[in-house]
């Protein structure tokens, strides 16, 4: 074959990859791809975290040939991510937990001194009552109220939502004639939340993603399988916080920083490296 000046060819066409892509969580297949990650916007930027040693023997003038072996292999995929769903509001923080709620804030009257001592009031709340908020506020009727202290004034069942008030002959300021006023939130709605709630948590086996793959387009219009393929395997994000724009027609992006692991279970030899490439070929 004759020495070209370019490497312009005819076949050239059919060998490009066109983006965005589609983003995949737990990908398997073409026909079972996944949970597809929605929008995305920016570019998608892939680093397979390859770094090397050199052997560098005595006499070596530089690098010798065959004297270099890979020292480590941690890849990462950087994306920035439209959609607020809970998939990938989930995946921000490694080790979020979540659970579906409906925060409500109350003031509930728990009645007199006497009368809540003898009943032993349960929260509206109950066991959806978010504990932490709670406050029990008492005083006589048409005079300010005081901030109660827990153990000292009262109890309370973090599991029933029982409220148990002192004796004042027990060291309990609550007078009986006293006003009782809890004020607290609680998950309103056993079902059909209105809200799903992140907290952080400890990093479990559950919170790694099997794998997070983008799906390409090869322009080659013969092939079946007309894709580029990439993954990375055993996911977890490495946090980089959320802007919210000041801008009111700007969307916010989940900067997300996907980091793939070794799973010492398969093997960490290099040939187990936590990523793949897959290129259609018909």
Avoid at 115 to 128: E, F, N
Avoid at 139 to 144: K, L, S
Avoid at 230 to 238: D, F, M, T, V
Avoid at 256 to 277: K, Q
Wanted: charged fraction near 15%; proline fraction near 4%.
């Amino acid at each position: 074959m004759a020495v070209v000046i370019n490497g312009i060819t005819a076949a050239a066409v059919q060998r490009y990859i066109r983006g965005p892509g589609g983003l995949y969580k737990d990908f398997t297949s073409v026909a079972s791809p996944g949970t597809l990650l929605g929008e995305t916007k920016g570019d998608i930027e892939f680093d397979p975290g390859i770094t090397f040693h050199d052997v560098e023997p005595a006499g070596a003038r530089g690098k010798i040939k065959l004297h270099r072996c890979i020292d480590k292999c941690e890849p990462t995929l950087s994306v920035g991510l439209l959609e607020a769903s809970t998939t990938n509001i989930g995946a921000i923080v490694p080790g979020f937990n979540s659970a579906d709620e409906t925060p409500t804030k109350v003031a509930e009257s728990l009645g007199t001194g006497t009368t809540a001592r003898s009943s032993a009031p349960t929260l509206i709340g109950a066991g959806d009552t978010d504990f932490s908020t709670l406050e029990i506020w008492y005083g006589a009727a048409g005079t300010d109220c005081t901030l109660a202290t827990i153990t000292t004034d009262y109890t309370v069942n973090t599991t029933t939502g029982v409220v148990t008030i002192v004796a004042e002959g027990s060291g309990g300021n609550i007078a009986d004639a006293d006003e009782i006023t809890a004020v607290y939130e609680y998950d309103s709605t056993s079902s059909g939340d209105d809200f799903t709630v992140f907290t952080p948590g400890v990093i479990a086996t559950g919170d790694y993603w099997t794998n997070v793959t983008l799906v390409t387009a090869l322009t080659n219009t013969t092939y079946t399988n007309a894709y580029f393929i990439l993954q990375l395997k055993n996911i977890l994000n490495a946090p980089s916080g959320l802007t919210i724009p000041g801008d009111g027609v700007t969307e916010a992006i989940f900067q997300m920083n996907f980091e793939a692991f070794f799973d010492a279970s398969v093997g960490t030899d290099i040939t187990n490296a936590p990523f793949e490439w897959w290129i259609g070929r018909s």
